[in-house]
């Protein structure tokens, strides 16, 4: 008997370590830890000894700041940072040449990147920096000035995750991107839940998670501070090998923005569908809740639920004049800038809107100086929109005395300037209302709770 219970024992303690997990200390492979020296290349070597033996832990210990250049994550591989390290992104601009975006080198290069990969994850309470005012230019009183560019940019993106499978990120703290932060592309079984990802609120383009080609996708329990947009869902042209977008769930968040909390678009030349929002925080953001489709593609059977947001106008700078909802599908403006070539179909310097429908809010409370906003170019690009339990308190703004609601990017005219009313609606069908209500504290209010344009 006792022999046949040591035997039991030895198996379970053999089925034990070859469970564990391998650790790579990035320090055993030549990284200094010192935030002076470049230790890419050690924490590059760790990554890849560990992917290539099966996979386990590549740990960046306490009290070390790790400076480094551009990095590849690959499959089995769980990047640990420990409490009081930090992974910094250098900030020479001329080690960045791996572009966010494939072909179009316009906007951003890759720090931290992976490729066709699965099994990744992201953890521990350690931080990771992108070094954001390093690569900007002069400090304004609403943003930084961004260095002149043509059709190249270095700015790094921070994490740019493409075609990865089984996608975990927890508890780290990403902070101070000089680009979009945290960006999944074609990406399939995502989670993210319990980051802080606080960036600075001037720096422009400074997206908090984009959620583009992707699906299964589940963010939670999240705080992010973004100059632009803190949750983003999109289809862009340059990946859309990938497909739709849809099956997307975000809970639990707390946000706060100079642009748009939560958007949908503006890039959008595939699907998204299948979305929900629920139970989060807005504060002190330019603009609330928001669907911008300005290209073919179509937004579909989303919920926005158990909300409560805080908006106000921060500068011209900032799309959006405080609209706590939008819901929009206008033609993208003519091709006349730098991206052009990427932002319509090839061949093309105009495109077309696709439909937006089947969009739900319901409990929503919201505090701005601007009611909101829903409209197309014709009336059946935007239709069946549910708005229920809804209360706006409207305060008076400093910056405008009329109500101003902002369509861009549109073809034509991009501002519509009327009086401030509780819900704007600029040609859209079926949209039906139950239980809005409107406490009026701005001088500026239109009187009439709706106002229907070109019905």
């Not at 179009?104 to 521990?124: C, H, K, P, Q, V």
Request: aromatic residues 8%.
């Amino acid at each position: 008997m006792k022999i046949k219970f040591l035997w039991v024992v030895c198996l379970l303690l053999v089925a034990f370590v070859a469970m564990a997990q391998q650790v790579y200390n990035v320090c055993q492979y030549g990284a200094v830890g010192n935030g002076k020296a470049d230790d890419a290349t050690a924490i590059q070597k760790a990554i890849d000894l560990c992917s290539a033996e099966g996979g386990g832990q590549v740990l960046l210990p306490a009290n070390h700041t790790f400076l480094a250049g551009p990095i590849q994550l690959k499959s089995n591989v769980n990047l640990h940072i420990e409490a009081n390290a930090t992974l910094l992104a250098n900030p020479d601009e001329s080690i960045y040449h791996l572009s966010a975006f494939g072909a179009n080198e316009g906007e951003g290069m890759m720090w931290l990147y992976a490729n066709d990969a699965e099994n990744i994850s992201i953890t521990g309470v350690g931080i990771i920096s992108g070094n954001g005012v390093a690569f900007m230019g002069a400090e304004l009183e609403d943003s930084y000035e961004l260095k002149p560019v043509t059709t190249f940019d270095p700015r790094p993106h921070v994490l740019t995750l493409t075609g990865v499978r089984n996608l975990i990120v927890r508890d780290v703290t990403i902070r101070d991107g000089a680009y979009w932060t945290l960006h999944l592309v074609g990406c399939d079984g995502a989670v993210i839940d319990g980051i802080n990802l606080l960036n600075n609120l001037k720096i422009r383009n400074g997206d908090g998670i984009d959620v583009d080609h992707s699906r299964n996708v589940r963010i939670a329990n999240c705080h992010i501070t973004s100059g632009d947009d803190c949750i983003c869902l999109k289809n862009r042209r340059e990946t859309e090998k990938y497909g739709s977008c849809h099956d997307i769930v975000v809970t639990n968040c707390v946000m706060t923005s100079r642009s748009c909390a939560i958007k949908i678009g503006s890039e959008n030349m595939d699907s998204i569908y299948n979305v929900l929002f629920d139970n989060c925080i807005i504060k002190a953001s330019n603009r609330g809740l928001g669907i911008q489709n300005r290209d073919e593609g179509t937004v579909t059977d989303v919920v926005f639920s158990n909300i409560l947001l805080d908006c106000r106008l921060w500068s011209d700078v900032w799309w959006g004049k405080a609209e706590p909802i939008y819901v929009t599908s206008y033609p993208r403006a003519n091709g006349n800038h730098k991206d052009a070539n990427w932002r319509f179909p090839k061949g093309q310097v105009e495109g077309r809107c696709g439909q937006v429908e089947r969009i739900f809010f319901h409990n929503i409370i919201a505090t701005s100086e601007n009611g909101c906003f829903i409209g197309g170019d014709t009336s059946d690009k935007v239709r069946d929109i549910h708005l229920s339990n809804v209360t706006l308190y409207l305060n008076d703004s400093p910056l405008y005395k009329n109500g101003v609601y902002d369509k861009r990017p549109c073809r034509g005219e991009g501002f519509i300037v009327d009086k401030v009313y509780g819900l704007y609606v600029e040609e859209a069908d079926d949209v039906r209302v139950d239980n809005f209500r409107v406490v009026n504290k701005t001088q500026h209010f239109g009187g009439d709770l709706f106002e229907q344009h070109k019905p």
